[in-house]
């Protein structure tokens, strides 16, 4: 079987394994009273399996993403890196405005 093949149904078995823990403590503490929703249904067998299977979905996804994205090399330390080391300062620029008006409406003239 091919690394790469054996890599990941590795980790989505870890996934699973720890959906099965996360739904047992889940029933273990019967959070929200899902242990007697679950047990006192007639399709009890259905719940608790479609329970650990899309939390199992779950897990393998971000159990196999964790382990890819710890598969990555640390680049070599060469001292600073973004930029050029070039100081900038801020520069002074002028703006010409028009003269604050004391409404937001237009100015309107009387013609009496």
């Excluded at 029933?27 to 929200?32: D, P």
């Excluded at 067998?45 to 939390?55: D, I, N, P, T």
Aim: glycine share 8%; proline share 6%.
């Amino acid at each position: 079987m091919p690394k790469l093949i054996r890599f990941y149904i590795t980790h989505v078995l870890i996934g699973f394994a720890v959906a099965a823990a996360f739904v047992a403590m889940l029933l273990w503490f019967n959070v929200a009273n899902l242990t007697h929703l679950i047990f006192t249904s007639d399709v009890w067998a259905v719940a608790l399996f479609m329970l650990w299977f899309f939390h199992g979905i779950v897990f393998a996804g971000v159990q196999f993403g964790i382990a890819v994205m710890a598969m990555a090399e640390k680049p070599e330390d060469r001292g600073p890196r973004g930029g050029h080391g070039v100081r900038s300062e801020p520069v002074p620029v002028r703006v010409a405005a028009e003269p604050k008006r004391n409404s937001i409406l237009p100015h309107r003239r009387n013609h009496s």
